[in-house]
């Protein structure tokens, strides 16, 4: 199961794992670097689009059921982390600093 949470949580600095839960990122976190690298490379508006098009999802979908939820997610925004993930490992290169 993956629950998405802060990353950082300094509270909980030495606690034990005591469930399966993965964390995940935050998008508004991943969004912040890609608004402001769009002053230095104007591709950043590609993904700043495509982060976007997950809020928009995001809310259409906060009175659905959990199935709905689900399956929507699935249909829509599987296709849009994608094409973000795509779009990220093209540039990796271009982007990254070199090891």
């Known amino acids: ?7 950082f949580q300094p509270h909980r600095r030495g606690a034990k794992r005591t469930t399966s ?5 935050c998008w508004a976190h ?3 670097k890609f608004y402001d690298a769009r002053e230095v490379n104007s591709e950043a508006f590609e993904v700043l689009n495509l ?9 259409r979908l906060k009175k659905a059921s959990a199935g709905e939820y689900h399956s929507m997610r699935q249909l829509h925004a599987v296709p849009v982390l994608n094409d973000i993930f795509v779009w990220c490992w093209e540039r990796r290169e271009k982007f990254l600093p070199n090891p």
Do not use: S, V
Request: charged share 40%; no cysteine.
């Open 30 to 32: 991943a969004r912040r």
């Open 51 to 59: 982060i976007g098009d997950l809020y928009k999802l995001e809310r």
């Open 1 to 7: 199961m993956r629950l998405l949470r802060r990353t």
């Open 21 to 25: 839960f993965q964390a995940n990122g």
